[in-house]
């Protein structure tokens, strides 16, 4: 079984701070993990994912996460927050890469940005 | 354009109504599955749907649920007698042969 728990269902930040969202996983196989983010009257858009290639991965919009076995985390982080990144993002598992494994999601966060 | 668009973007029934919610992906696509999302809870997997044929189903999706491609294109979700708690956005997602996953903008189905 595969879950993930994402800490903080609302964080703020100002324009410009560090945006940090958490994530942590529970898996019984080797993790395939996911950011998902959703802008307002859109559907799920990747931002990144990470399939074993390399712990930390980059993403769209300058998005990075560190995949951290140690932690069981998959942390997503942004330098410098812009008001475009306000949005609800979405921590996600599978237990493949590939199409016919099914993703399972955390509750989402929603990231408000503070001009 | 997107990849998939789904219709309708709302939905509003009353209790123990039929709906069905509608799928389009533009091409290449080849695995479907529908998610959902209850209002402050977690994105759920509902089906998967491959080669005509569900692959994976949860728990959540009982005898009142039914996916179809009826024409090869359409790819959609029955409800047939809709409960208060089907009350959620339901996301419709594909995977395409460039192995990419998109997801549809989702339906607001409201059940009152």
């Known amino acids: 079984a595969q879950s993930v728990t994402q800490l903080g269902s609302h964080v703020s930040v100002s324009e410009g701070a560090l945006v940090l969202l958490r994530c942590n996983y529970s898996s019984s196989v080797p993790p395939y993990l996911f950011w998902y983010v959703q802008y307002p009257n859109q559907g799920l858009q990747l931002l990144l994912k990470y399939t074993s290639a390399a712990t930390l991965v980059k993403g769209i919009n300058g998005f990075e996460a560190e995949f951290k076995k140690s932690e069981t985390s998959f942390h997503l982080t942004k330098p410098s927050a812009h008001m475009s990144d306000a949005a609800e993002y979405f921590c996600a598992v599978s237990a493949s890469n590939f199409g016919n494994e099914k993703l399972t999601f955390g509750t989402g966060t929603r990231l408000t940005i503070i001009p | ?112």
């Open chain 2, 1 to 112: 354009e997107p990849e998939v668009t789904q219709t309708p973007s709302h939905q509003v029934t009353q209790m123990g109504q039929e709906v069905i919610l509608r799928c389009v992906p533009i091409s290449n696509h080849l695995y479907f599955y529908w998610y959902r999302q209850i209002l402050g809870q977690k994105v759920e997997f509902l089906v998967s749907f491959y080669n005509n044929e569900i692959s994976e189903k949860s728990e959540i999706f009982d005898d009142q649920f039914s996916v179809e491609r009826p024409d090869g294109s359409n790819f959609t979700l029955k409800i047939r007698s809709t409960k208060l708690e089907d009350s959620a956005m339901y996301f419709c997602a594909t995977y395409t042969t460039n192995e990419k996953l998109f997801f549809g903008s989702g339906t607001q189905l409201s059940v009152l």
